[in-house]
């Protein structure tokens, strides 16, 4: 069975750091990947994702993840969080056109102004 | 509604009991699909829906849950003597079509909390 890993349980930055939380995965064949988000109070929401193409893709808010295949890792980056960012962060993958998501622990972001 | 709604949005129980929870998923998604959130860990695929019909209960933990989509609209998630562990957010996702490129839109969930 496949597995997500999130090796950070909690981040704490400053605002105008530079984010990259990171994520792993164990399944070998075609995979999509997906950041979603969960902000204080709100429900799970999609940051960006990848299915094909650019290895490197932009999402919502200034976020963009690099798929390295070799590194079976798909790593979510920020140049320079915001106070807003604080949230909790969820790696989620499914194979090919399995619909079957599978989320990692998740991330907990804090900003402190 | 314009997103994904469960009801409620917190149920208590004492440990025996019997509880549905319910989830309205965006009108037009064909699948509809439930997870559980246990606390500290990510959700957990239980059961997805294409149309009316369970096409993988794969996730279902045992016999005491299950769940239907009578109409392929609003599902109903059900959990018979409720155990402990059975304790946690459920949330309920819809997506237009099944393309594991699809989007996922999650509804706000059903904390569910077992005395």
């Known amino acids: 069975a496949q597995s997500v890993s999130q090796h950070n349980h909690h981040v704490i930055l400053s605002e105008a750091a530079s984010l990259e939380l990171g994520c792993n995965y164990s399944y070998g064949g075609t995979v999509n990947l997906f950041w979603y988000v969960q902000y204080p109070g709100q429900h799970l929401q999609l940051l960006l994702k990848?299915?094909?193409?650019?290895?490197l893709v932009k999402g919502i808010k200034g976020f963009e993840a690099e798929f390295i295949k070799s590194k079976f890792s798909f790593n979510l980056r920020k140049p320079s969080v915001q106070w807003s960012d604080t949230a909790e962060y969820f790696c989620?993958?499914?194979?090919?056109?399995?619909?079957?998501?599978?989320f990692g622990k998740g991330t907990l972001l804090t900003v402190n102004p | 509604g314009a997103g994904v709604s469960q009801t409620p949005s917190n149920k208590v129980t004492e440990k025996g009991k019997y509880v549905e929870l319910r989830c309205d998923p965006i009108?037009?998604?064909?699948?509809l699909y439930w997870y559980r959130q246990s606390l500290g860990q990510g959700p957990e695929f239980l059961i997805y829906f294409q149309g009316t019909g369970a096409a993988d209960d794969s996730g279902l933990p045992n016999d005491r849950f299950f769940a239907v989509r009578p109409e392929g609209s609003v599902s109903t998630l059900k959990i018979q003597r409720t155990e402990r562990g059975d304790s946690a957010v459920y949330l309920c996702a819809s997506s237009f079509g099944t393309s594991g490129s699809n989007e996922q839109f999650f509804g706000p969930g059903t904390r569910l909390t077992v005395l």
């Open positions: 989620a993958v499914n194979e090919g056109s399995n619909y079957k998501l599978t």
């Open positions: 009108s037009g998604h064909t699948a």
């Open positions: 990848y299915f094909s193409g650019d290895p």
